[in-house]
């Protein structure tokens, strides 16, 4: 054994040296020998008087160009008459003046009696008229929809609509089709199904599913996506997507079950699926069953494919893959692309022509896999190859646009919407870096601002950070028209802060402020504002706040200069949340099948009074702009409860629960609610006014009524806008985030907020 | 197939080979394979070598006189028109493209022709000094190849950049006759100005039939989406005159206008502009009295002011680019290049590159309609965003205008990110400029998402040979509800762990993995074993962390799932007398670093720390036996911009009577070294991520006047 061994060894290294010695050699001169070859490689040749070329123009043409013969109005005064049908452009088939006076105003013309409409075409109307733009008046419209179902244009369907040019013609608003919407799902039938809708759209723009590029007017039409007539009007399911987990711990990385077409228009890649199927990670299942008349096609596959087909459940794969297929059907849109999308299985796209959904806006390229019919059979080796990262990255995607866009009748439609509105004003309208980050372009307004860096949500991506100051924002209520104690303390303590820019103090009284010199004098400067009485003004975006970060505060609240300081430090770190000192917290009332809300000390906190916390000042905008006016009426007419659709506006927009921080002790009851201003300025209960679970003190019980009245307001109003929501928006936290060294055993001196701890 | 990807590797150090006892086989494998290298090189050796002859390509000494001259009969074929309706999956040939593991497309150049018609006159200049430019840069670029029979993409070495000095038809014929037209399949055009006098198309007249085009001044009814490029008017200029940059922020003039040849309808708006408001608008025409020998194309005059151009436009905030003849005007190269930014008054318009370019971030496009309201649209746009628009113009120009060259390869990209989608250059790559893309994070695990608490989370054990602590840790461990899983890391390769039946008894699985050599970075390896996303790294003797505390330190994950959230925090500092970092782990007011001796945190950045982690850092720490949990600290913070999370105020882990500071020692050395680590991976990472809070995450009632059994997390140790 050991002599073998050492024949064996010698002989290696004999061998070693050998190819060392003459391979070594060959090596070199292969080397040189392909680098001799790279030289050779014809390049473009150097010219040895490329320096004497001409320049491709005069510099004088260059900037000179042209001859100012004809006219630039005139020009577009012929654009109007040349570009029109296919080639109508917001330039020449729209007319901009409509939306100038009002803004963007949409109208639905009045239901016809007679006329139903779909179920899906109900819910776009409903969309409409729920939204913020919308108006009943058609003098003040800049957009208009048509109350004929047009989203069946298969005349061979039970939905579709006969003599829509008729119908059209007896519209004396219809006025050729301009600044006219029309929806439309699917076009025409078999076999070709061509994009024909059966009636003359003129003018209109065309808000379409399966949309194809040649007939797609850029800049004018809008792709939107399919859906099916069970959509929900609003909020919408949430995606599947759980965990974030690399690599993706799915069973099937590729999967795809449908029909196969054996003959006409999109059989060619349904006909071709089931060549990329492998039984393992990739499945791709076709069955010939569908239609009356199958069986007359019938080909040699379709008995396996059919069984096999049976063998697996579209459900379960949609769960489980990381991609899935999404072919094109006889139309270029399927129902499986916004299934795909919420199961966070990402779409490989195998629809050649199909403008995407909303790609105005959307940058599809981080979400989807765009492949070519022609190319599927590369498509398992480019998925295959698509990094782990990158991956994790497509599914969180899936899920930013499912939720952002897709996830309901209302998101589709106002998304639609809102790339219209963003046409009109160039100058005002959102980034393609705004509408592909969380939390989407429906929660931007370029109104309030283009610029990420206003916005809460962006510092991290845009490499900026939050203003270093706040204002100081209080709603003064008191009854006598001079300044109370808490106010003057408040004031005190808030100027004090190193970190306090301004103090704005929002006087909601009929009796007028006191004059500046009844004022306290504070470092910084103090505006007073008059409000109107309404509870919502207190989140108007008023002009007078600069500053990123405001501090709400109601006038009784009592803080110190500490719990301000720290506060404002933690809300740097979290600049998208509400962070604030009292709490409450919310909960499911299995009992009563309803959203509970509770005021008592619990272990989980999901709402932040509004008396005394920090939040960008950019949901002032979304409060005001954003959320629809019977919300905030609903706030006013209770005169409660703004604290709490805050609170589930801010959890709506980021999904995250809102952060406490220490407070010094609990605050004292207010002594005397503000009454004087009536029951209007009421608002939020006292900061503090959490008793213990045990039954209620018998100070909590002298408060009596008023108390539980408006508890239980405050619980209805909870009730009403998770209705309004479709969804419970709020989310619930365990945690209080306080100084490092709060109550350690460490001296007093080494603490930076030694005043947090008195008692 | 082979991925250009580098393959995740599923399985761990923890694998051993287990060496067979069949070493013949072996060593007979090794020995053919070395002989048949032997032979193969042998036959090398003696094989005939093919040295490529060199053809014309290679001689370097060639003027462009020299090209061989082709005549093209007059009844020779022209290509059809241009086709409006093509798109990549009906007009272009993918298959040519084929899949290849660099995703890049291969660009052949024709060489070059002169052509002459019949009489022998030139159908046009044979090549421009920017053409040739563009064709050197494709040349030189990586998409380029000698092989017409692997390229992708043709790209002719006829002119047509300036359709003025071309003749149409004899044009046409050229391309018509070369070796791979096939209709214009797969070709590719470049044309900066299009069409001519009465009507100036937007796009070039030369038939072309299916080919490619990268125009300048596509207006949207030309433009063919997703299959045609847009593309700038070259500004000769840009490499004639240097601009240096200027830093952003307000200029004397707010709107400037610098074009030559305005039509009198737009010059009488913008004067209206003027007059109303003053001398922020300033508006130059050409010269009327320049001396001999001044290049008029340099001198812009209003009134009786000499103007340099291009150098004013760095004067103003905003420079207005309107259309003229054509919708592609070169000024807006310049206009760019002064960082100033462009007002776009051309309805229709295309702008360049705009398939991945976001133009609304660098500049404002208002429609013709709308010039009287310029001045108070221009003004309504807020200093600070003015300021980002006119660093993004700069940098527009700098990446994608300044040169023919960046042109080239911006227009073959686009095409190439067409053909292979899923190695697409992203928006970011395209739109951020440096500066953004450095201090800019895009956190990984962005959706916002609070991961189920069903899921629980693993815990994994780094142990060497602690058997009775670590023991402890695990009997510890277990007591927390939502633990899931416990994996022991056995560090030790001289020793075997216990046996199975030595281990305590837990209601959860205990996995023992064995690593096969002794690196810190072992406890960072993203095992397969790893179910959940949480994972809590602990020390094997860390016993005095409470079950609640614990659970608490879980709970506390879920809602920063993208965060380390750990219990012993410690800081950096920056140290002015010996200007550098320094590590501190006295009890401070602020942390920003919690250790990986007991921490949660997500498992994707174990997958980070092993397959991603910058630079050498890995070997380092694994080389040094000390620092993995800095460098973890770093690499989370530098990934998600984001702090860490400490929490509960626990400052001991190991016993009672131990000093707060756990850790190899208190001394010096220790210390040095730590600091040491972090300012070797402040240089590696090239920047200092760590970001400081003040701030610790406790329970809600923690501390508060309540019943403590009505707590969730009653029992918080205070220290």
Redesign the interface.
């Known amino acids: 054994m050991q002599t073998r061994?050492k024949y064996?060894f010698l002989?290696?290294l004999a061998?070693?040296l050998?190819?060392f010695f003459?391979?070594g050699d060959?090596?070199r001169r292969?080397a040189l020998?392909s680098g001799?070859?790279a030289r050779?490689?014809?390049?473009?040749?150097?010219?040895?008087?490329?320096?004497l070329?001409?320049?491709?123009?005069d510099?004088?043409?260059?900037?000179?160009?042209?001859?100012?013969?004809?006219?630039?109005?005139a020009r577009?005064a012929a654009?109007l008459s040349a570009?029109q049908g296919s080639?109508c452009?917001m330039?020449t088939c729209f007319d901009?003046s409509r939306c100038e006076k009002h803004g963007f105003k949409v109208f639905t013309y009045p239901r016809q009696r007679g006329q139903p409409v779909s179920e899906s075409y109900g819910k776009i109307l409903r969309s409409i008229e729920r939204s913020r733009y919308h108006t009943p008046r058609p003098e003040e419209a800049c957009l208009f929809i048509l109350p004929i179902d047009t989203l069946d244009r298969d005349h061979l369907s039970g939905q579709y609509v006969r003599d829509v040019d008729e119908k059209i013609r007896g519209f004396p608003l219809w006025n050729g089709g301009r600044n006219h919407l029309i929806f439309n799902l699917y076009s025409g039938t078999w076999p070709d199904y061509s994009g024909e809708l059966g009636f003359d759209t003129g003018q209109a723009m065309l808000a379409r599913a399966s949309f194809d590029?040649?007939s797609f007017r850029?800049?004018f039409d809008v792709s939107i996506p399919l859906f099916s007539k069970e959509h929900p009007q609003r909020a919408g399911d949430r995606g599947w997507?759980?965990?974030?987990?690399?690599?993706p711990?799915k069973k099937y990385l590729l999967v795809f079950k449908g029909k196969r077409y054996l003959t006409g228009i999109g059989s060619g890649t349904r006909n071709a699926l089931h060549h990329i199927h492998n039984g393992r990670d990739i499945i791709s299942l076709t069955t010939c069953k569908h239609g009356k008349d199958w069986e007359k096609h019938k080909d040699t596959r379709c008995d396996q494919d059919n069984a096999d087909y049976e063998k697996f459940d579209y459900r379960e794969l949609l769960h489980n893959s990381t991609f899935c297929i999404v072919p094109r059907g006889r139309r270029l849109g399927s129902f499986r692309f916004l299934e795909a999308l919420q199961a966070a299985c990402i779409p490989v796209l195998l629809s050649?022509?199909w403008e995407l959904p909303f790609a105005e806006a959307i940058?599809w390229?981080?979400a989807a896999?765009?492949?070519?019919?022609?190319?599927l059979l590369?498509i398992p080796?480019?998925?295959?190859?698509?990094?782990?990262?990158r991956v994790?990255?497509f599914q969180?995607q899936t899920?930013?646009l499912w939720d952002a866009y897709f996830s309901s009748v209302d998101k589709i439609v106002h998304t639609t919407l809102e790339i219209i509105k963003d046409r009109l004003t160039?100058?005002?309208?959102?980034?393609?870096?705004l509408w592909?980050a969380?939390p989407g372009g429906l929660l931007v307004l370029p109104d309030f601002?283009?610029?990420p860096?206003?916005f809460p949500f962006y510092y991290?991506?845009?490499?900026s950070s939050p203003s270093e100051k706040f204002t100081a924002f209080i709603r003064a209520v008191s009854q006598a028209g001079s300044l109370s104690q808490p106010i003057l303390r408040l004031i005190q303590a808030v100027s004090g802060s190193q970190y306090c820019a301004q103090i704005v103090v929002l006087w909601s009284c009929e009796k007028p402020p006191p004059p500046s010199g009844k004022w306290p004098q504070t470092a910084v400067p103090l505006t007073v504002i008059q409000g109107r009485r309404r509870l919502s003004d207190r989140f108007f975006p008023f002009e007078a706040i600069r500053t990123d970060a405001v501090l709400s505060l109601d006038e009784h609240i009592s803080l110190s200069t500490s719990e301000v300081d720290?506060a404002f430090?933690?809300w740097r770190?979290f600049p998208e949340r509400i962070v604030g000192f009292p709490?409450q917290s919310h909960f499911w009332d299995a009992e009563q099948g309803r959203w509970g809300y509770t005021s008592r000390?619990?272990?989980?906190?999901s709402i932040v009074l509004t008396a005394a916390a920090f939040y960008h000042r950019y949901y002032h905008s979304l409060f005001t702009e954003y959320l629809p006016a019977g919300l905030r009426e609903l706030v006013d007419g209770l005169a409660a409860c703004e604290d709490i659709l805050m609170n589930v506006l801010v959890a709506a927009v980021?999904?995250?629960?809102p952060i406490?921080?220490t407070q010094r002790k609990?605050h004292k009851e207010a002594e005397a609610q503000p009454a004087a201003c009536g029951d209007g300025a009421a608002g939020t209960p006292p900061a503090g006014q959490r008793s213990?679970?045990a039954p209620h003190s018998a100070a909590a019980k002298a408060k009596g009524t008023a108390g539980s009245r408006r508890f239980s307001q405050r619980q209805d109003c909870l009730h009403q806008l998770a209705d309004w929501f479709g969804y419970m928006p709020l989310?619930s936290?365990?945690?209080?985030?306080?100084?490092?060294?709060?109550?350690?055993?460490?001296s007093v001196l080494?603490?930076?907020?030694p005043r947090l701890e008195k008692p | 197939i082979m991925c250009a990807s580098a393959k995740y590797n599923s399985r761990g150090p923890a694998l051993i080979p287990r060496m067979k006892t069949k070493h013949r086989i072996y060593y007979i494998t090794l020995f053919s394979i070395v002989l048949l290298g032997l032979i193969a090189t042998g036959m090398f050796q003696f094989w005939p070598h093919s040295i490529e002859s060199s053809s014309d390509w290679t001689v370097e000494k060639r003027s462009v006189h020299d090209v061989p001259v082709v005549k093209l009969p007059a009844d020779s074929p022209i290509p059809e028109r241009g086709d409006l309706s093509c798109r990549m999956h009906t007009c272009f040939d993918v298959y040519r493209c084929g899949f290849n593991p660099k995703n890049k497309i291969k660009v052949y150049i024709y060489s070059l022709k002169k052509y002459v018609d019949e009489y022998g006159t030139s159908v046009s200049n044979t090549i421009s000094r920017e053409y040739n430019e563009l064709l050197t840069a494709i040349s030189d670029s990586e998409f380029y190849t000698d092989d017409v029979n692997r390229a992708c993409l043709f790209v002719p070495s006829i002119d047509v950049l300036n359709q003025n000095a071309l003749r149409i038809k004899e044009t046409a014929q050229a391309l018509a006759q070369l070796s791979r037209w096939d209709r214009g399949t797969n070709h590719l055009l470049f044309n900066m100005l299009p069409g001519g006098p009465p009507d100036y198309n937007t796009a070039l007249d030369v038939p072309r039939d299916r080919a490619l085009l990268a125009g300048g001044g596509f207006s949207t009814w030309t433009y063919r989406q997703g299959y045609d490029v847009s593309i700038p008017v070259y500004s000769p200029l840009s490499g004639e005159v240097d601009l240096p940059e200027r830093g952003p922020g307000p200029r004397r003039y707010f709107i400037l206008s610098s074009q030559m040849a305005l039509h009198p309808e737009y010059r009488l708006e913008l004067e209206a502009l003027q007059a109303e408001n003053g001398e922020s608008v300033l508006i130059l025409d050409k010269c009327t009295n320049l001396s001999e020998g001044v290049p008029a194309v340099r001198k812009r005059c209003y009134k009786n002011q000499v103007f340099d151009y291009p150098q004013v436009l760095q004067e103003s905030t905003f420079c207005v680019v309107l259309r003229g003849a054509r919708l592609g005007q070169a000024v807006l190269s310049d206009v760019l290049q002064a960082g100033c930014v462009p007002v776009i008054i051309a309805d229709s318009y295309i702008l360049p590159f705009s398939e991945v370019l976001d133009w609304k971030r660098a500049s404002v496009v208002i429609p013709e309609e709308k010039m009287p309201e310029m001045y108070s649209i221009l003004q309504s746009i807020p200093q600070r965003q003015i300021e980002e628009m006119q660093r993004q113009a700069r940098w527009f120009w700098e990446a994608y205008f300044r040169s023919m060259k960046a042109i080239a390869l911006a227009t073959l990209q686009i095409i190439n990110d067409r053909i292979y989608p899923y190695a697409a250059i992203s928006y970011e790559e395209w739109n951020d400029p440096p500066a953004v893309k450095w201090s800019s994070v895009s956190n990984p695990l962005f959706l916002p998402l609070i991961p189920p608490q069903s899921q629980g989370f693993t815990a994994i054990v780094l142990t060497y040979d602690r058997v009775e602590s670590l023991f402890r840790v695990i009997t510890e461990v277990s007591k927390v509800p939502s633990l899931s899983k416990l994996l022991v890391v056995w560090n030790n390769q001289n020793k075997n762990p216990p046996e199975d039946s030595l281990w305590p008894k837990i209601r959860v699985p205990l996995k023992v993995v064995r690593t096969a050599e002794n690196k810190l970075s072992n406890r960072f390896f993203p095992y397969d074993e790893i179910e959940t996303e949480a994972v809590l790294a602990i020390d094997d003797d860390i016993i005095m962390l409470t079950s609640d505390e614990l659970q608490f330190g879980y709970e506390v994950w879920r809602e920063f799932p993208d965060r380390l959230v750990g219990y012993p925090g410690r800081l950096h500092l920056w140290d002015h007398e010996m200007n550098k970092w320094k590590y501190e782990s006295e009890w401070t007011n602020e942390v920003s670093m919690v250790l990986t001796g007991a921490a949660f945190y997500h498992k994707y950045f174990n997958y980070l720390y092993t397959y991603k982690m910058p630079g050498d850092i890995k070997n380092w720490v694994d080389a040094h036996m000390n620092c993995e949990d800095i460098a973890m600290n770093f690499l989370v913070a530098n990934v998600t911009g984001k702090s860490v999370i400490k929490v509960t105020p626990r400052k001991k882990f190991k016993c009672p009577e131990c000093t707060a500071i756990d850790g190899l020692s208190l001394d010096q050395t220790h210390m040095v070294e730590r600091s040491e680590c972090i300012n070797k991976f402040a240089s590696v990472f090239g920047t200092m991520p760590l970001k400081v809070v003040e701030h610790r995450a406790d329970p809600v009632l923690y501390k508060d006047d309540f019943p403590e059994k009505l707590k969730s997390f009653p029992n918080i140790g205070s220290l």
Do not use: M
């Open positions: 061994k064996i002989t290696f061998s070693w050998l190819l003459f391979g060959q090596l292969f020998f001799r070859k050779a490689r014809r390049n473009w040749p150097r010219w040895t008087d490329r320096s070329l001409k320049s491709f123009a510099p004088e043409e260059l900037q000179r160009d042209g001859d100012p013969s004809l006219s630039p109005r577009r654009w570009y080639r452009r330039e901009f590029s040649d850029p800049g997507l759980y965990q974030d987990s690399v690599p711990r050649d022509g940058d390229s981080r896999v765009v492949g070519s019919e022609r190319l590369q080796s480019a998925v295959r190859c698509i990094h782990p990262e994790l990255a969180q899920q930013f160039p100058h005002r309208s959102r980034s393609r870096f592909n969380l601002s283009t610029h860096g206003d991290l991506q845009h490499g720290f430090v933690v770190s709490t000390w619990t272990n989980e906190l980021t999904k995250l629960p406490k921080v609990q213990p679970p989310v936290s365990q945690l209080r985030l306080d100084p490092v060294l709060f109550k350690d055993q460490v080494r603490k930076k907020y």
